[in-house]
């Protein structure tokens, strides 16, 4: 095929490829729609304030990260904390991600391969379409793509890599595209999808880098000089072409630019320290600058995290090959000898695999060779002298699985030359092949699916961590609290030691296992606890809440009170310690303090049926009664269920003489907590406002027969009835 010939596909025939790999990613990922938000997940999305207000300003639609942190926006305005809706954004963007491998793998090798037709039966199949199909359901179907699509918060990954691919695909049609006007769109494109790309994860920035090597294995034409360092390329010629990328590489400061916070010479964002504004280009840019924002952690060495990555990837094309023992959260060593076997092993393999894309290139075997050499580039932001803190996550991988699937869909595309050469029945050889195929994408999606499985509630995913990296604090805290939330102490308990058995320095393991002393009503040793983790961090705003619940269980409210409000100096964004400060307000009397920290903590959370019920509560002891009946009709909205949300506006109703709305509320109550005396008194009552003492007389005999020393029934139940 000519260079620059345009592709015309009849969608006809391909529709049935792009359906098969549709429904493989709704199979895969069928049985996570109801896994619960975890790790980054709370953090970024249910705690967050900022999710709770949709608005559009440039600081949030501009920046590294603005385009998926957006969409959590719109995730929750759409669909508030319903896991669903999340679940549904990140499958649709790796469905679309799925397809856009299986084009660029499409118009790759239409690129460099000679049609030949493949005959199953009475199915024909091209061999472009064999391997972009091959090429596409790879990337969706295997298992270490998981990681990437069920943990919400990486949606991060996810939609950088599917702008990513979307970008390299506009640019393949670009340049194969003939009319002028064909090549503006898909160019146009293409840099809409790069720039998308940039505003979604710093991983990114290696796309013009990809952009570039497409463009010399695709595009530039063969050197008539075969010495084995000129690649077969018209050297000359490439240079030609560095006009038609140049806008591409340029999109490669769009990263720096953000991280080194150069778009405030040009506006000012609120949320930057006012310092910023006066500062020069040349003081954003500065050595020292470049070297702190490129680096998460200065715990790790730049040297130690370099040698530490060459063996992670070498456990990354491991986990490609052989997806066995996946792991929210590796325990994976540091490396600081260059020398250890491990790290020597790691660096033949990858000159190995250097090697072998060299020789794919001179062979003719471009796609293959770009698959070699995209793994490497991406994962070069997270896998090379920049320190992070954590050395190793799955997810990490969802980019550099496009490399993967390229080279996959050669290999099964050359097995097929080489078998058909080889044996005399070619069809019986394609046969071959193909079924190979179809066991591989079997046999990974049913490894994802098993997978999946893990991910469905916090107990199964951090108990299958905490098998896999016994050694490491972070799952057997994540697996207590996730024990913690369902009350189940004693194993909560047992695993808090635990983690402080590995890390005694551990502030949240300290402070939590005072949290479970504190429930359990050891609230000297839940104290100790405590203090142990302020000794540790003085500046742990949790630790301090849990102090304040602990002192309020004692009933020392004065000094729960300032534990909470030092929480809150701390942190003024945790919705749950605002909820708490107003219930050790209500329990001093203080009702005007106590609204406006429940309203506080509702405005961050408006989903929490309970707190607009204690807010509602405590705006009817201020005899606010409009404002406290709309809350407690919020909290019966939200939670049609929540019993003391009826006996609260009962409360109110009663208060403003509302007598039949009281007695319907109290009653609704009742029947979702039938031997509450305090409750049944306040309704007696209420029939004796709405002149039935007979009622208020049955009432108080119910009372009684509950606990017959109350003193308030037996006092109506001694008097007759009408008095």
Not at 96 to 106: E, H, K, M, N, P
Not at 259 to 279: Q, T
Not at 440 to 469: H, M, P
Request: charged share 20%.
């Amino acid at each position: 095929m000519t260079e620059g010939s345009e592709i015309r596909i009849r969608w006809a025939r391909m529709w049935l490829p792009i359906l098969l790999i549709v429904l493989g990613v709704l199979i895969v990922y069928s049985n996570t729609w109801r896994a619960p938000f975890v790790l980054d997940d709370i953090h970024t999305i249910v705690e967050e304030e900022a999710r709770r207000t949709l608005y559009f300003t440039a600081e949030r639609l501009f920046g590294n990260r603005s385009l998926p942190i957006f969409s959590f926006d719109l995730n929750y305005y759409f669909n508030g904390l319903n896991v669903s809706g999340y679940r549904a954004v990140n499958i649709g963007i790796h469905i679309i991600s799925s397809i856009g491998v299986f084009w660029l793998a499409y118009w790759l090798s239409v690129r460099v391969y000679k049609t030949r037709i493949i005959t199953l039966g009475q199915v024909q199949i091209s061999n472009h379409l064999f391997l972009a199909e091959l090429a596409g359901l790879f990337f969706a179907v295997h298992p270490i793509q998981t990681q990437a699509v069920t943990y919400i918060v990486q949606r991060l990954a996810s939609m950088a890599a599917m702008f990513y691919i979307l970008a390299l695909c506009a640019y393949v049609k670009y340049r194969l595209s003939l009319d002028a006007r064909s090549q503006k769109i898909w160019a146009g494109l293409s840099l809409a999808a790069t720039i998308a790309a940039m505003h979604s994860k710093e991983t990114a920035i290696t796309l013009p880098i990809i952009i570039l090597m497409i463009e010399m294995l695709f595009f530039t034409p063969s050197g008539k000089n075969k010495k084995w360092w000129r690649l077969n390329l018209d050297w000359r010629s490439l240079v030609r072409r560095i006009p038609l990328v140049t806008p591409w590489l340029i999109m490669i400061l769009i990263i720096p630019a953000y991280s080194l916070e150069v778009r405030d010479l040009f506006w000012h964002l609120e949320s930057e320290p006012s310092s910023m504004a006066g500062d020069t280009f040349l003081d954003k840019v500065n050595i020292k600058k470049i070297a702190s924002v490129s680096a998460e952690t200065t715990q790790i060495s730049r040297k130690t995290y370099f040698l530490t990555q060459i063996n992670v990837v070498r456990t990354y094309l491991r986990l490609v090959v052989w997806p066995e023992g996946q792991n929210i959260d590796h325990d994976y060593p540091l490396t600081v000898r260059i020398g250890d076997k491990a790290t020597i092993e790691s660096l033949v393999l990858h000159v190995v695999m250097m090697l072998a894309a060299l020789i794919f290139w001179k062979k003719g075997r471009k796609i293959a060779a770009l698959g070699i050499l995209f793994f490497y580039v991406a994962l070069l932001p997270e896998s090379s002298f920049i320190p992070i803190v954590d050395v190793m996550f799955e997810h990490r991988l969802y980019l550099p699985m496009v490399g993967a699937a390229l080279f996959v869909g050669d290999m099964a595309q050359l097995m097929m030359e080489k078998a058909g050469s080889i044996v005399k029945r070619r069809v019986w050889a394609d046969a071959v092949v193909v079924g190979i195929v179809l066991i591989l994408i079997f046999s990974l999606a049913g490894v994802s699916y098993a997978r999946n499985l893990t991910w469905k509630d916090e107990i199964s995913l951090w108990t299958d961590a905490t098998q896999k990296s016994p050694n490491k604090a972070r799952p057997h805290n994540n697996l207590a609290k996730a024990y913690l939330d369902r009350q189940m102490f004693d194993r909560a308990e047992e695993l808090y030691k635990r983690e402080l058995e590995i890390d005694p320095n551990s502030v949240s393991g300290h402070n939590n296992l005072g949290s479970i002393y504190g429930v359990q009503g050891k609230y000297e040793e839940a104290i100790k606890e405590i203090q142990q983790a302020l000794a540790k961090n003085p500046n742990h705003d949790a630790a301090y809440n849990n102090l304040g619940n602990v002192l309020m269980l004692q009933g020392k409210l004065v000094e729960a009170e300032e534990a909470y409000e030092k929480s809150i100096a701390l942190n003024t964004k945790d919705a749950g310690v605002y909820r708490n400060l107003g219930d050790v307000l209500v329990k001093q009397g203080k009702f005007e303090e106590a609204v406006s920290a429940y309203q506080r903590a509702v405005k961050m959370v408006p989903d929490q049926s309970l707190w607009h019920s204690k807010l509602g509560a405590a705006l009817g002891a201020l005899h606010r009664t409009k404002e406290a009946k709309a809350e407690l009709e919020i909290a019966i909205h939200l939670n049609p269920g929540l019993a003391s949300a009826y006996s609260n506006l009962g409360n109110v109703l009663a208060d403003e003489g509302e007598y039949n709305g009281a007695a319907k509320a109290y009653a609704t109550y009742l029947q979702m907590t039938p031997n509450d005396t305090v409750v049944m008194n306040n309704l007696a009552k209420i029939f004796i406002g709405l002149e039935n003492p007979q009622k208020a007389q049955e009432v108080w005999r119910a009372i009684l027969k509950i606990d017959p020393d109350n003193t308030e029934a037996k006092k109506y139940t001694d008097q007759p009835a009408g008095r």
